[in-house]
């Protein structure tokens, strides 16, 4: 298996635009996690998903965050309208039951 | 409310043994300690997890104190590509339940430096 394939690497935008950051979960792996990483915050969680179910988007910052698992094998975490602030390097990750987790690259997002 | 505590950063010789140390004093009984690494612009890496015996795997071994509130991360013949910041985690393993408790918390770490 390639592993979590993120998509894309990297992403410059403007400020107001849509982003949409895109992750292809290992096969068989029954949960995914989307973590948000800057330099003041560390790696937070911003939502996670069971059997493409979203189960906790407690981390997820404001409404302009959204995230979905249409099936197992893709899920998407859009930013609209992107700002700033949102520049961050974002990671999916997915395990199989809540042993060990397996990262993407993640994406490194930038917003001017 | 952070569950560990990691020395901020930490300097070691290359081909010397690693040691680095978690406290996590009010580490429930169902609760297990998990060791991650990220390097440098990459994704988080699993390292090993353990409850209360020491564990070893071909990355590192696990020593957990009697009373597990401590532990120690041991690599035992650090390489540069060693260098990477070290997360201690605790957390429920394997549970059905979707609760806050399974869920990987990333505190600050321990910038671990592999020097020549």
């Known amino acids: 298996d390639a592993g979590v394939i993120q998509s894309p690497r990297h992403e410059v935008t403007e400020m107001g635009q849509e982003v949409t950051l895109r992750c292809k979960p290992i096969s068989g792996h029954d949960y995914l996690f989307w973590y948000r990483q800057t330099m003041m915050r560390g790696l937070e969680l911003l939502i996670y998903f069971n059997n493409n179910v979203p189960i906790d988007d407690s981390g997820m910052p404001e409404d302009r965050f959204s995230a979905k698992m249409p099936n197992a094998s893709f899920s998407t975490l859009k930013i609209q309208p992107s700002e700033p602030r949102d520049s961050a390097v974002y990671f999916c990750?997915?395990?199989?039951?809540?042993?060990?987790?397996?990262f993407g690259q993640g994406t490194r997002l930038t917003v001017v | 409310d952070a569950k560990t505590t990691q020395p901020p950063s930490m300097d070691c010789a290359e081909g010397r043994a690693a040691n680095l140390p978690c406290n996590h004093s009010?580490?429930?009984?169902?609760?297990?300690v998990y060791w991650y690494r990220q390097i440098h612009s990459q994704g988080p890496q699993y390292i090993i997890h353990?409850?209360?015996n020491n564990e070893t795997n071909e990355m590192a071994s696990l020593i957990i104190t009697e009373d597990r509130k401590s532990s120690t991360l041991i690599l035992p013949h650090a390489t540069l590509r060693d260098t990477a910041v070290y997360y201690c985690?605790?957390?429920?393993?394997?549970?059905?339940?979707?609760?806050?408790?399974?869920?990987?918390?990333f505190g600050g770490g321990t910038r671990l430096m592999v020097k020549p």
């Open positions: 353990g409850l209360k």
């Open positions: 985690i605790v957390r429920v393993a394997g549970g059905l339940n979707n609760n806050a408790g399974n869920m990987l918390t």
């Open positions: 990750a997915s395990s199989f039951g809540l042993i060990q987790a397996f």
């Open positions: 009010t580490i429930s009984g169902n609760e297990y």
